[in-house]
């Protein structure tokens, strides 16, 4: 994957290129201290993944994101934990606080390796059918048959959607609207921009995140209030 850095800290952006240097899935064509100059390499050079700052001082990094027109991967990469919930108003595929521990870089990575391959399989439009315990989805030119008890949570990526499920990812053109109006809303609660949720497996739920199995997924500002409301307040033992 090509990709470029843009932090305004010099001591950043040679830790990250350091690590990546030992990342072979990973090209890093360049690195910048300011987005201005890096809007300009963007649209003139193929870039697959961004690790983008957030707090810098020309322009910040949530509002450079929000500007793209060509969106390629992003990946935030910031001090400040606060701003986790607002990367993934704007797409980010994920979010990593400094100190960058090698591991968690390895695993965005992966994530956005995942991605791309499910793009390369040339994923087709749409549900195609929906029943009472199913829903077959079209994708690589084949009808996938998935059963909603085994969906895990449903992940919106751009003009797509991914599926996850226990043993598998699916990947289909749709916007993640489309594909929630179809779900039962009794199973399947939307908690941000680009996330829908199975209920049947949350394990926990804080005020921002909530958990399914070994899955930390963000909840929305503008949904938090709807999901607390219909999903977790109701279900709580009282003393």
Known sequence: MKCIIIDDEPLAREGLANMLAGISSVELMDS??????????????????LFLDIEM?????????????????????????????????????????????????????????????????????????????????????????????DILYIEGLKDYVIIHTDGKKVLTAMNIKTIFYKLPIKN???????????????????????????EEIPIGNNFKETFFTHYVDGKIIKK
């Open 32 to 49: 910048f201290s300011n987005p201005i100059d890096a809007n300009y390499y963007l649209q003139n050079n193929t870039v697959e993944l």
């Open 57 to 149: 001082a020309s322009l910040n990094g949530l509002d450079f994101a929000r500007s793209l027109v060509y969106k390629p991967l992003i990946i935030f990469i910031t001090a400040y934990p606060q701003y986790a919930l607002e990367s993934f108003e704007v797409d980010a595929l994920d979010y990593l606080v400094k100190p960058v521990r090698i591991e968690r870089l390895l695993k965005a990575i992966n994530k956005a390796e995942n991605y791309i391959s499910l793009l390369q399989k040339n994923a087709d439009e749409g549900i195609a059918i929906v029943e009472n315990n199913y829903v077959f989805i079209k994708a690589d030119r084949k009808f996938v048959k998935i059963f909603f008890k």
């Open 188 to 214: 399947f609660a939307r908690v941000s921009k680009s996330y829908i949720i199975n209920t049947d497996h949350i394990s926990a739920v804080d005020t921002n995140m909530v958990y399914l199995k070994d």
